[in-house]
Structure formats: structure tokens, C-alpha cells
């Protein structure tokens, strides 16, 4: 009212990712339930992702199943779940989730990194061994990782 605009979803988003980095899961719950709108997936893994960070279960529970009724072949509400069960050690959990993702040919897409070098774009992907140079790569990271150690 003070701006007189009209809130739209991304702003209920907002609100949802702000309540839950702040760990009130329990209001970021009532705010979706509250909305004027159908919670988008972005709102529910907002939430996820709070309840992953506050380690909440059941709430995960519940915003990962939205999450794939709404987007049912993305990876990201299967393997948030699956971790969060294996954290807790709750190893047959999270083998049911894994099942479901290899049940319905869900798969994670693997991480990507790169960088530039005297104008020169090297991409790296995880698990992929194909870099002309991976073994003075990895030489140097291993360097890297003891020197941060120290």
C-alpha cells in the first residue's frame, strides 16, 4: 500500500527466501500457503533450500514433493532431499529417493567451471578427463589445496 504497487509472485518469493535464510521456516511456510498466487517453483525451493540450510525435514519433505509434481524431470528437489536424508543418516530415505531418480531417468547435470587464460577459454566438467592439460591442472590444484591448508 505504501508503494502502491501490487505485489507479484517473485516478490512473494523474495519474501519466502528472506523468511527462510533467517530460519523462520515455520512463516515462510504460512507466507505460501497465504499467497494470492499458485507458489511457483521458485518460491518452493526457496524453501527448500532454507530447510536444507536450518536441516527441517518434514518441510523439506513437503517443498521437494511440490517441486516435483511442478518441474517432475528436474534434478534439483531429488538430490537436495537425498542429501539432506543422507546428513541425517537416514541411508534408506535417500536410497528411495536415488531409486525414483534412476526409475524415472532422472540425472544430475554434472558441474561446469571455467577460466580465461591470455584470452583463452579452458572449461572444465566434472568428472570429465578429456582437458589436454588435466594432469598439470590437477598438479596445481593439489598445490593449491596444501598451501590453503597451511
Same mark, same amino acid.
Given at each position: *500500500?505504501?508503494?502502491?504497487?501490487?505485489? @507479484? &509472485?517473485?516478490?512473494?518469493?523474495?519474501? #519466502?527466501?528472506?523468511?527462510?535464510? %533467517?530460519?523462520?521456516?515455520?512463516?515462510?511456510?504460512?507466507? #505460501?500457503? &497465504?499467497?494470492?498466487?499458485?507458489?511457483?517453483?521458485?518460491? !518452493?525451493?526457496?524453501?527448500?533450500?532454507?530447510? =536444507? +540450510?536450518? +536441516?527441517? /525435514?518434514?518441510?523439506? $519433505?513437503? %517443498?521437494?514433493?511440490?517441486? /516435483?509434481?511442478?518441474?517432475?524431470? &528436474?534434478?534439483?528437489?531429488?538430490?537436495?532431499? &537425498?542429501?539432506?536424508?543422507?546428513?541425517?543418516?537416514?541411508?534408506? $530415505?535417500? %536410497?528411495?529417493?536415488? =531409486?525414483?531418480?534412476?526409475?524415472?531417468? #532422472?540425472?544430475?547435470?554434472?558441474?561446469?567451471? !571455467?577460466? @580465461?587464460?591470455?584470452?583463452?577459454?579452458?572449461?572444465?566438467?566434472? $568428472?570429465? !578427463?578429456?582437458?589436454?592439460? #588435466? =594432469?598439470?591442472?590437477? *598438479?596445481?590444484?593439489?598445490? /593449491? /589445496? +596444501?598451501?590453503? +591448508? *597451511?
Amino acid at each position: *500500500e505504501t508503494f502502491k504497487i501490487e505485489p @507479484e &509472485a517473485e516478490h512473494y518469493s523474495c519474501m #519466502i527466501d528472506l523468511l527462510g535464510r %533467517a530460519g523462520k521456516l515455520e512463516e515462510a511456510e504460512r507466507f #505460501i500457503d &497465504a499467497m494470492p498466487y499458485k507458489p511457483g517453483p521458485v518460491a !518452493w525451493a526457496a524453501l527448500l533450500g532454507a530447510c =536444507r +540450510k536450518h +536441516k527441517s /525435514m518434514a518441510l523439506a $519433505e513437503r %517443498a521437494a514433493k511440490e517441486l /516435483m509434481v511442478m518441474q517432475p524431470l &528436474a534434478a534439483t528437489p531429488y538430490v537436495m532431499l &537425498a542429501n539432506m536424508y543422507a546428513d541425517a543418516g537416514q541411508w534408506e $530415505e535417500m %536410497a528411495l529417493v536415488r =531409486r525414483s531418480m534412476r526409475g524415472k531417468r #532422472i540425472r544430475k547435470k554434472p558441474g561446469c567451471s !571455467w577460466i @580465461e587464460v591470455k584470452k583463452e577459454r579452458h572449461v572444465f566438467v566434472a $568428472e570429465d !578427463w578429456s582437458h589436454p592439460m #588435466i =594432469r598439470e591442472v590437477n *598438479e596445481y590444484l593439489e598445490e /593449491m /589445496m +596444501k598451501k590453503m +591448508k *597451511e
